[in-house]
């Protein structure tokens, strides 16, 4: 009787897909705010991020179940580690959302994953004091455990009225974004070119000020001179994202894609924000362009990277009999999950 060969984890950038589709919820909820739209259409966004979520999760615990590696190496792994802190990222967007509905349960979940997101940005932090990290290790995932999870827990924190951890996690995710943002510039200036692989990471030095600015409007109402400045920053960096756009046209389509998602929809919602508060001439049509264009660029990724092959293998992984022939991870040009 054969034995099947250890199956490999699924790479943490999946989780990416999660995070594209709460973002693009994110957006809508704005853009349903701000155009006064029937109660609920921005529900049906937040339900496909749940199941992605979800299954995500389910996914990549049914496949580590059954690989040879361990999760903590595939946590200390410098290009996939800083990666895996969307889980519970995401886990305190959708919480936020929840509070809508039913707000102790939301509260709860927010905290629960304020911690963990708090704990496992410790944690890696503390790998990265042990020196064994290259400068060329650092790309824009590196933004993510505290940059990210400091200012999305602003956020989050900040709607479940949690005023003060909302102002802590808001200088969390600020003196990180200083301290990493030096870090990855001088990676990216001064040593060789990313690979194409994690060139899709350098979209996410857009989301840091418009992460930001989303959580300032929460924490101060009032405009001031803080939300003046991180307007300006994102500004710049969409700015840069603009003048990238021929590299990224010759890279080749992979999973990596979704890394686009999560910082353009948090531009459109930090976009739709300020479009409802100064309400120029014609913002109601700038505020419906805004949500269609980060709609369609969510769905154009999705068409791309989720065929139905790939459908069916995520869903075998997630929810095979334990025992059964698992699959194998191909990172090819396209990242396909294919079956073995």
Do not use: C
């Not at 060139?199 to 857009?206: D, G």
């Not at 092959?309 to 022939?325: D, E, K, N, Y």
């Not at 990172?331 to 079956?339: A, H, I, R």
């Amino acid at each position: 009787m054969s034995t099947a060969p250890p199956a490999t984890r699924i790479p943490l950038n999946t989780l990416a897909i999660a995070f594209g589709l709460v973002g693009l919820a994110d957006a809508w909820t704005a853009g349903s705010r701000a155009l006064d739209l029937p109660s609920g259409i921005d529900d049906a966004f937040w339900a496909m991020a749940v199941i992605a979520w979800l299954w995500l999760l389910v996914a990549h615990a049914r496949r580590g179940s059954r690989a040879a590696a361990s999760l903590a190496s595939q946590l200390r792994h410098p290009l996939q580690g800083p990666i895996a802190a969307l889980a519970p990222v995401v886990g305190m967007l959708l919480g936020a959302h929840l509070y809508r509905f039913f707000p102790m349960a939301g509260q709860i979940l927010v905290v629960v994953f304020m911690t963990v997101t708090a704990l496992f940005a410790g944690w890696l932090v503390s790998t990265w004091f042990s020196g064994s990290l290259d400068l060329e290790s650092l790309h824009g995932g590196y933004l993510l455990p505290t940059v990210a999870g400091g200012f999305i827990a602003a956020t989050a924190a900040a709607e479940v009225g949690l005023a003060t951890l909302a102002v802590g996690a808001f200088a969390v995710g600020t003196f990180f974004w200083v301290v990493m943002f030096t870090l990855i510039t001088a990676r990216l200036m001064f040593r060789p070119a990313l690979p194409a692989p994690l060139a899709p990471t350098l979209a996410i030095f857009v989301a840091p000020p418009a992460v930001a600015g989303t959580a300032w409007f929460l924490i101060a109402p009032v405009p001031g001179p803080v939300d003046h400045a991180l307007a300006g920053m994102t500004a710049l960096m969409l700015v840069v994202q603009l003048a990238l756009v021929p590299r990224y046209r010759k890279l080749p389509f992979t999973v990596g894609f979704w890394s686009f998602t999560f910082p353009f929809a948090a531009v459109a919602a930090y976009a739709i924000g300020w479009l409802d508060l100064l309400r120029p001439a014609g913002w109601q049509i700038l505020v419906a362009a805004v949500m269609a264009g980060i709609t369609a660029l969510v769905v154009a990724i999705a068409v791309r990277s989720v065929p139905p092959l790939r459908l069916r293998t995520i869903a075998a992984v997630a929810f095979s009999r334990p025992g059964h022939r698992s699959a194998a991870v191909d990172l090819g040009p396209t990242d396909t999950l294919k079956v073995s």
